[in-house]
């Protein structure tokens, strides 16, 4: 499997408590995240999100797609929100929030491996190509976000 570690910084001009509402109603990414095709809800939860169950199918500017599950593992209000992945990727992705004023620093670190054959094959020679996709659906995220919240 070929492993890969991508942080991403957001400075969203929203108060703090609007942008962590957004993240965490991820089933309404869709509607904001070019990126993000479609979210499916496996199992709730708790109230807090903790234990609750969806399932992403992601594309980016490449001509793939990928889907997998994430499980919210951990939440700390207005701090952060932890998942972790299981499918065509594996492993953890935590958004962390901050605020310098009245903009939100959003930090998204995503540390996952590639469980599809042909993206393990071929990772040597196109890490750079999926970091650049990668980068781009998150590109795609802070403006979708931004345009959400100056509404």
Known sequence: MAEFCFVTLWRIEAPLAQVCE???????????????????????????GIGSLRRFTWKGRLLYRLTFDIRITRVVPLQLLEGRASGEVEGIGCWYFSCEGAVTIVRYEWQVRTTRGWMNVLAPLARPLFKWNHDQVMRQGAAGLTRLLQR
């Open 22 to 48: 957004a993240i965490s109603q991820c089933a309404r990414w869709p509607e904001w995240w070019p990126g993000v095709e479609k979210v499916e809800e496996i199992e709730p939860g708790a109230a807090d």
